[in-house]
């Protein structure tokens, strides 16, 4: 691992790029995020700027959350952070991993990035993989979707989500201390979360920064039973099987299995993180370093009836009983997973010529995860990486300017036992890209290219594999009127298969599925098109998109109707395939009633995909959804009510269960008491106030991890 990271720093300096840095999309690296920023005004038009591009309208798909609104939709998980977002869902395989699924991607299609470099766990390899980003640490969060989201590289081809902390400071407070702190707690899993951290200016341009923070919740509460009713009739057979044979046991565990309601068993969850930082701020730039600890236990809830699947009989028919007290899934399944990070940031302003600044980013993790099978070691995953940026920003020559830069990528993984389901590999990946943008009056436009060289390999597996992907994509939108745009995208897009594409080969329990890949897979191509009206007239704000992708070589995975090991396969494949889709967000203001605006707003998206050649649906794929709020604001209170509804999706690959559709009523309340700029608040909700039985049809387990049932949240933040 030294020799491979000593030529990977080699390699970054020889090709002297690495992608975009974050804080050119969220805001200057000099510029820290004030209680305004914090709890900014929800009604206030959000605009995601570079601060090379004016005003990045490749980015037709972006959404912003930060303040009061992310402090109320606070999880466990990121995934489950997002999901109100248009174009959003999630994994939500256990309260402990959700990532998001954004346009109907996930996995190796979505990053997950911390100001601006991937998350470097295990999260991408499997769902009931944790991401090791806390959203309480979070300020501000981005989700980027369509092919602006390819600066972040080839794995956000489906888009990127982007968490913002404080860990290496971007200013110097005003404050001889400044600190923040955040609270909450939730019923439906008796959830307990705390958080904290101190920004201390040792110098006139000397900051040192300490955060920390806490999490527990018990197994989650849920409307109604736990089993879908398509594996309740399963379980429910199997039970009348049974009891016909003689096996009055094996009925009636079967009948509890199809009864149990309630709760989620074996969803518990704690987590802690800590961090600290520090930075050097001046005119000329800043630079900052960073270490952080990330560890978390979670319950990997098992699919009711997985262990009758093992059961093996006898030539007499009956039961091995020795065979089902080793079967996958006797014991329960929890995950502990440790991650130790360290991330660097600097800029220098160059003060004239070509380049306006010059920009770098790092960061390093050193990760392990382990699943437990009872109180026995099942498997071990163990996962070092480096990710690397640098950029070169261009100073404005009339009505151009733009950015050139580059990433470099590097991951040793291993796991080991005896359900190591993916062979110890190594991926290295560097890229070159650039984004022009040129203002010609009536027409906007924006160009991006990218370059992206991949290695993967397996000694264990004797399996070398190198990809070669260009990208690209251009922009043109035009103002109709003042503040009224019409535009579009088009893009091609290329991505390198992942080591566990192409080498999974074996059962994992904590999925309770044996997962195949495919050594031989090629690169995955995508065109895609897209159109968007955004704008304002008057008080009302919105943004219309629609796109369409159209794959070639596109790898998925899913499952065969067959069993190995006693578990379902899921097989990877590549075929073509087709995502059409929509977006709309619309906000208007209606009244202003005693001191309060009121607003009412409206997200509305859809997905249809499809695999080539009359394949069929592709799986896991979210359905129609509608969300309606309507919120009344001031400076010292805000209150909100709203229905989201998600349609049913009978829209099924081989072998995938439908999901019922279902109607969610939300409510929540926030107190300034010192005002919206002083950045504390007290907020409470109401979530799912008539305790629906929901599923996302995007999660893996969603026929034995239904949503949260109704749940009462109340919370404090300070910033003082």
């Known amino acids: 691992m030294k020799n491979t990271f000593s030529l990977s720093f080699k390699a970054l300096l020889a090709i002297g790029a690495a992608t975009l840095s974050v804080p050119a999309f969220a805001q200057e690296a000099s510029e820290q995020p004030s209680g305004d920023d914090f709890h900014g005004d929800a009604s206030a038009e959000i605009v995601v700027t570079a601060s090379f591009i004016d005003e990045l309208d490749l980015l037709a798909g972006t959404s912003t959350l930060s303040g009061t609104e992310l402090d109320q939709s606070i999880r466990a998980q990121i995934g489950d952070v997002l999901t109100a977002l248009p174009g959003v869902s999630a994994t939500s395989f256990t309260p402990g991993a959700s990532r998001p699924v954004l346009r109907g991607f996930q996995g190796e299609r979505v990053r997950v990035l911390t100001d601006g470099i991937g998350a470097i766990d295990a999260s991408n390899t499997s769902a009931d993989h944790a991401v090791t980003i806390d959203p309480i640490t979070a300020y501000r969060i981005e989700i980027l979707r369509g092919p602006a989201a390819l600066l972040f590289g080839s794995q956000a081809i489906g888009g ?51 955060d920390g923070s806490f999490r527990e919740s018990d197994d989650l509460d849920i409307s109604g039973f736990t089993l879908s009713p398509a594996l309740r009739a399963e379980q429910i057979a199997i039970a009348a099987e049974e009891t016909e044979e003689g096996h009055l046991e094996e009925a009636e565990e079967a009948l509890e299995n199809a009864n149990l309601r309630g709760t989620v068993p074996n969803s518990a969850t704690e987590t802690i993180t800590a961090g600290t930082g520090i930075a050097f701020i001046e005119d000329w730039g800043n630079i900052g370093i960073s270490v952080s600890y990330f560890d978390s236990n979670y319950g990997i809830p098992s699919r009711p009836g997985a262990e009758h699947a093992h059961e093996e009989e006898d030539e007499d028919g009956d039961h091995d009983e020795d065979h089902d ?51 026995e070691v099942g498997t071990l995953f163990l996962v070092s990486g480096l990710e690397g940026r640098l950029e070169f920003v261009q100073r404005a020559q009339g009505s151009w300017r733009g950015v050139i830069g580059g990433q470099l990528y590097v991951r040793d993984f291993n796991a080991i036992g005896a359900e190591a389901f993916v062979p110890k590999n190594n991926t290295e990946q560097a890229g070159l890209f650039t984004l022009q943008e040129f203002d010609l009056g009536a027409a906007h436009i924006e160009v991006a290219g990218r370059y992206e060289h991949t290695s993967v390999s397996s000694g264990p597996a004797g399996i070398d594999r190198s990809f070669d992907a260009f990208s690209g994509a251009i922009g043109v939108n035009f103002e109709i009127a003042p503040g009224l745009k019409i535009g579009g995208n088009a893009s091609r897009a290329e991505r390198a298969p992942s080591a566990e594409e192409l080498f999974s080969n074996g ?11 495919n050594p031989n897979f090629d690169t995955e191509t995508s065109l895609g098109l897209e159109a968007y009206l955004r704008g304002g007239v008057g008080d009302v704000n919105f943004a219309l998109t629609g796109y369409a992708s159209w794959f070639s070589n596109f790898i998925y995975d899913a499952d065969v109707g067959l069993e190995e090991d006693g578990l379902p396969v899921f097989q990877y494949f590549q075929r073509n395939a087709r995502y059409i889709g929509f977006e709309a967000e619309v906000s208007a ?22 695999i080539g050649d009359g394949g069929g649906p592709l799986p896991r794929i979210p359905p129609l959804r509608l969300l309606g709020g309507l919120e009344a604001q001031s400076d010292v209170f805000d209150a909100r009510a709203e229905v989201e509804w998600v349609a049913e999706q009978d829209r099924t690959a081989s072998f995938e269960t439908p999901t019922g559709g279902f109607t969610l009523v939300n409510a929540s309340i926030a107190w300034r008491p010192w005002g919206r700029s002083n950045g504390s608040t007290l907020f409470a909700s109401a979530n799912n106030i008539f305790d629906v039985n929901a599923r996302r049809h995007a999660s893996f387990t969603k026929d034995f991890v239904p949503l949260s049932g109704r749940d009462f949240r109340v919370g404090a933040r300070f910033s003082f």
């Open 325 to 375: 007290e080793e079967g996958h899934g006797e014991a329960p399944v929890t995950i502990d997973l440790e991650q130790i990070r360290a991330d660097l940031r600097g800029e220098i302003n160059v003060g004239s010529g070509f380049l306006e600044n010059i920009r770098i980013r790092l960061g390093y993790s050193d990760y392990t995860h382990t699943e437990f099978e009872g109180d």
């Open 507 to 517: 059962p994992h329990i904590a999925t309770q599925a044996f997962e195949i890949g």
């Open 589 to 610: 203001r209606i009244a202003e009633v005693g001191g309060f605006r009121i607003n009412a707003d409206f997200v509305g998206d859809y997905v249809r995909a499809t």
């Open 160 to 210: 990127a989500v982007n968490v913002f902390d404080r860990r290496i400071p971007r200013e110097v407070p005003d404050e001889a201390v400044h600190i923040d702190a955040v609270a909450s707690y939730g019923s439906a899993a008796d959830e307990r979360s705390i958080a904290g951290g101190i920004d201390l200016p040792l110098t006139s341009n000397l900051v040192i920064h300490v």
